[in-house]
C-alpha cells in the first residue's frame, strides 16, 4: 500500500473524478477529507468508509471555509501530507454569448482561486507542523489547447499549470512537492454535459481508444503522484489524456 499512514484531503471529492481518488486511497492505506460542496452528501459518500474518511463541506471559492477543512483535517488525524485541489466547474458556451459574469468569473473562482486557496492553506499548514508534503491540482488538457465553447475553463486551467509551477518553486525548500494532472476526457457528470449538447458521439470518436477515461485511471495517477514513487516529479502538469494532446484526430474517426 503506497500511502500507508498519509492523510490527505481531496476536494471535488462527490463528483466523478473524485469519488475515484478517496477510494483509491483509503485502499493504498491513506485516511482522508472528503470535502465537496453539500454537507448531506459529503457524509453520505464519507459513511462508506466508516474511520479512513470524515466528509467536510467546503466552498473552495471562500478562503475561510478552505482554511477550516485544512484544520479539520489535522484536529481528526493529526496531520496532513497531501492536499488535492480537485474541485472545478464547466459550462461549455460560445464566446460571442458570455455573460462576462457569469461566465467568466464563475468558473474562475472555482477553477482558479479554489485552487489557489488549497495551495496556500495546505502550505501554511504544512509549514506550522514542520512537515513536507505534496499539493496536486487538477489542469487539464483544455489549460493547453484551444477549444470551442470552453474560454474561461480553457483559462482557468492554463492558471492551474501556472500557479503549480510557481508553488513548487517557492515551496520545494519546504520539501513540499506540487504536482498538476491534466486529464482528456473523463466519463464524469461534467462532461456528460456534452450529451446534452447533441456532441457526445462526436467526442468518443475524436478518442484514442474510441471511449472516454474512467475516473479510476485517473485516481491511479493521483496515487502515484502523491506517493514516495513520484518524489522525482515537481512542478509538472501530467498527461493522463490516452494521448488526446498528440494525436487529437485517429486515423478512424468517421
Ligand atoms: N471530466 C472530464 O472530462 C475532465 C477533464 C479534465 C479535467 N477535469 C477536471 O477534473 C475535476 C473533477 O471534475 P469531474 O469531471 O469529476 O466533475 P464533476 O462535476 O463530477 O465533479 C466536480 C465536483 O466539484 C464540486 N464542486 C464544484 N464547485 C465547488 C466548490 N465551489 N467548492 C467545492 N466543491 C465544488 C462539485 O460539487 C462536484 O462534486 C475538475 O477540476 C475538472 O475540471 C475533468
Known sequence: MRLQGKVAIVTGACGGIGRQIVNKFVREGARVVAADLDQQQVEEFAGQFPGEVKGFAVDVTDYAQVQAMVCAAVDWFGT??????????GAPKALLEHDPVADFDAITRVNQKGVYHG??????????????????NTSSIYGRMAAEMTF?????????????????LELAPLGIRVVAVAPGRVDTPML??????????????????NEFTQPAEIADIFAFLASGEANCI??????ADDGFLNFKYPLTAG
Open 192 to 209: 456528460r454535459q456534452y450529451e446534452a449538447l447533441g456532441l457526445w458521439e462526436h467526442i468518443r470518436r475524436e478518442q484514442m481508444r
Open 234 to 239: 515537481n512542478g509538472s502538469t501530467v498527461s
Open 152 to 168: 474561461t475553463y480553457n483559462v482557468s486551467k492554463a492558471a492551474v499549470d501556472m500557479m503549480t509551477k510557481c508553488a513548487a
Open 80 to 89: 496532513l501530507d497531501v492536499m488535492i485541489n480537485n474541485a472545478g466547474i
Open 119 to 136: 495551495i496556500l492553506a495546505a502550505a501554511k499548514k504544512l509549514q506550522e507542523l514542520g512537515r513536507p508534503g505534496v499539493i496536486l
